[in-house]
């Protein structure tokens, strides 16, 4: 009876030390719902309880029933015949029961019919799903679709939207990439006009769409006829009616069970949700912030099955009249994997939270705003998170996905020629991991996201107090080489700085972000090392190992390595 | 409409065991072993639900245990049961199945008003499926034992697929009837979220007895009337609820069986005997599993 949530020591440690007063009294109305709903918390250890029951309960069926199903939706995959796309048919049990359940709405108003957990809570249920069943994660989390109509629709489109999202009746899919706009979405086509009624109606061809089987789309479309950037863009929702063909479902290297289809729509009738020219550059950003910190999620749930499997199997696996996992290189593999997915977890939980809150503070200022109240010193507060939570959600993202990679790579690596095998799980880990680096901004565009923060060092401050701290014990010695990388980082900043040169920075920015990521995560782990003495030992494989990549990543960019990119026509023949 | 009551019980997880979990009298000594729910009585619970389901109606949850069954009743609640009865009192104690199944006929009579009454086959700590049908006789109900499925209920009749030998067989009982539900027989469906938020509060009795006697400010009977009012109280009912109940029917005394020992036996193999693939190897074999009673 394994349950991913109860068996998890460091997912608990962290559900266990997180502080959401602010976020839950924000969410909770200050816990008026009561009132109105009898599953509504009374209070905030009220609200932390029904929390943690809720991830017992996902542990639970992630554990016993998604878990045990993993191998068979990834060996059926998603059917597609005659234009319909049929799951798996463990998904279809899977999504069957989550509904049961009443997770199909977790992050839902209870007005609709959902369980309004914060963000925060539903991150911890996709890692603790998707360490059951990668691609399940991706329909679980697509209730987003829902909750942007609730952010951003109106009372009209909310009440008839969301509640068949809660009961798990309908599931959504996010339609943005297009056949020539992929990161590039400034560039998408899809066609929004309105008929002689008024009435708006899509035409165009969407690529790629996770679950674009799913009943209600969200369409990035051109509404603004003429024009080719993203100020001609807005947001649609529509049914998945006739209109609606799903020309072919992508036959994928991993996540099966989660179909990806090719969609046309033929003056499909949809609605405007929000503003007019808003479809980009607020209400897509706004989805792909949650969709990173999603992917974030699934990639360390992927990484948290692949480490069990590959401790599990080196301690079973005997070698040389030992077992394999008292070689001492093997050890080592496995520490350096444990502490990859432990510092991932502290960077998800960290950013998640701030993600939380600056959604949480979004929302009250409407709020406020409506009732003709004050609003600025919020304003300023939220002005201050959106920036930190510009530069950490890539971060984070570009961070956990690149260590999924690594961890189930190192899985197979452990398990020798038996993990190359189908009949053991970590191939499939390994398949599923490698879309979360590139889906929803690739491992470049992370870069690309993170670089503005990290060049004006917009966590100064941040660190400078981290710095100051006494630690206790051998913990200060990790503070000191903090400090040394962080010296690195400005040696390795001022000497692009001085460069003046933009290819050079733009290939420089990889190293720079991964410099201040290192600080980061370091001060994150340092705290939880004050906290919890096992820690320790984390903190300390961590910052040495970052030491050490400092030096690389500052070496790289001050070598003049990167000057051969003159030179790249003559070497890339 | 029709109205189920579901038999359930708390059993020890024999999957885990370990220390000294058998006590000198050969009764279990269940605060050794971690308690969950018995699987075919949630397999049971899930049928009455999904009766409720497609006819309506109300599926009431009782068992006789220790006041941490409690746990078990409340796990039934996440699954959608509307009420729930602890049978409790110490001079139940020690009793086996005859007086079990006293207990509980007195209990379903207390409850009443219902059209079936479900069992799992069997407890996984005594093994004995004697519960159900000796329930069904002492209420003078009809019984069917082994059921996977019901597949319809029309005119007070259901239409029942119960495990036979070999295959299955279709029946059909008049109602009220009494089932006891084979293991496989239906998927019990997982707990639901808002209702665990809703009654991870529940309270028996015995708790609110605690609450009560921790706290001078607060009297028992408005507090049992509180978690009435908010629909949280777990019926809790003793021998003085059951005011018919025979003494001497229950607990040790009203138990002939007696438990001597029970022990874990592992099997394993002495010797092995090779039998060559030839008439006379094949008929040496058959002579030994006849002479050793196997077969025969």
Partial sequence: ?573 | MYNSIVMVKQVPDTANISGKVMKDDGTVNRAKLPAIFNHEDKEALEIALQIKEQYGGTVSVITMGPPRASDMLKECFYMGADKAYLISDRKFAGSDTLATSYVLSEAIKYVGNFDFVFAGRQAIDGDTAQVGPQTAEKLNLSQVTYVEEILNVKNNVARIKRKIDGGQEVVDAQLPVLLTVIKGAQEPRPFSAKKIMIYKSAKTLLDLEKIANENSLLYLDELVQEYKDKNLYIETLSTTDLSEIDDTRIGLHGSPTKVHKVESVVLSGGEVTKIEPTEEGIGALIDELLNDHILG
């Fill in chain 1, 1 to 573: 009876m394994p349950n991913f949530f109860t068996d998890n020591e460091d997912l608990k440690f962290h559900f266990n030390r997180l502080d959401l007063r602010e976020i839950l009294a924000i969410q909770e109305d200050n816990y008026e719902q009561k009132k109105e709903f009898d599953f509504a918390p009374e209070n905030y250890e009220d609200a932390m309880i029904n929390l943690g029951k809720t991830l017992e309960l996902i542990g639970d069926i992630s554990g016993n029933k998604i878990a045990p199903r993993a191998a068979s939706v990834d060996e059926e995959g998603a059917h597609f015949k005659d234009g319909i796309v049929t799951y798996a048919k463990g998904t279809i049990e899977n999504l069957k029961e989550l509904s049961q359940a009443d997770l199909s709405g977790m992050i839902l108003p209870r007005k609709y019919g959902g369980l309004n957990a914060p963000i925060t809570i539903y991150m911890a249920a996709a890692e603790i799903m998707a360490r059951a069943d990668g691609g399940l994660t991706n329909i679980f989390g697509l209730q987003d679709i829902a909750d942007m109509i609730k952010k951003y629709g109106t009372e009209e489109q909310k009440a008839k939207y969301i509640p068949k999202f809660s009961t798990g009746e309908h599931t959504g899919a996010m339609a943005l990439t297009e056949p020539d706009a992929g990161s590039d979405l400034q560039a998408c086509k899809l066609r929004a006009s309105q008929d002689e009624n008024g009435q708006w109606r899509l035409n165009g061809m969407k690529r790629f769409i996770t679950n674009g089987n799913g009943d209600v789309h969200l369409v990035l479309s051109r509404t603004e006829a003429g024009t080719k950037d993203g100020r001609g863009l807005s947001m649609l929702a529509c049914y998945n009616d006739d209109t609606v063909v799903v020309r072919r479902i992508e036959n994928k290297l991993g996540i099966h069970g989660s179909p990806t289809c090719e969609l046309q729509y033929n003056n499909t009738p949809a609605e405007l949700i929000g503003n007019r020219r808003f479809g980009l550059i607020k209400y897509t950003i706004d989805l792909m912030f949650r969709a990173r910190l999603g992917v974030a999620a699934q990639a360390l749930g992927i990484s948290e099955a692949a480490y069990g499997e590959a401790l599990k199997y080196s301690k079973e696996r005997e070698q040389f009249g030992k077992t394999i996992y008292e070689i001492p290189a093997v050890k080592n593999i496995l520490l350096d994997m444990r502490v990859l997915l432990e510092t991932g977890r502290s960077i998800l939980y960290d950013t998640a939270k701030l993600v939380d809150i600056k959604e949480k503070l979004e929302g009250k200022i409407e709020l406020l705003k409506t009732a003709g109240e004050p609003v600025k010193d919020l304003n300023d507060r939220l002005k201050e998170l959106t920036k930190v939570a510009n530069l950490l959600t890539p971060i984070l993202k570009y961070v956990t996905t690149e260590a999924s990679n690594k961890i189930t790579y190192d899985a197979i690596q452990i398990h020798g020629g038996t993990g190359y095998m189908k009949e053991f799980p970590v191939e499939r880990l390994a398949r599923d991991a490698r879309i979360t680096n590139i889906y929803e901004g690739t491992s470049q565009l992370q870069i690309v996201a993170a670089i503005g923060g990290v060049i004006n060092d917009i966590l100064k401050d941040y660190f400078d107090k981290k710095a100051a701290k006494t630690y206790s014990g051998g913990l200060e010695r990790l503070n000191n080489f903090l400090k040394e990388i962080r010296e690195i980082f400005y040696e390795s900043l001022k000497y692009v700085v001085d460069r003046k040169d933009n290819v050079f920075q733009d290939v420089a920015a990889k190293d720079l972000v991964e410099l201040y990521s290192y600080i980061y995560t370091g001060y994150l782990v340092l705290e939880e090392a004050e906290e919890l003495p096992r820690k320790k030992f984390i903190a300390n494989r961590y910052i040495i190992t970052s030491l050490a990549n400092a030096k690389k990543n500052a070496e790289s960019i001050k070598s003049e390595l990167f000057s051969d990119l003159l030179h790249a026509d003559e070497i890339l023949i």
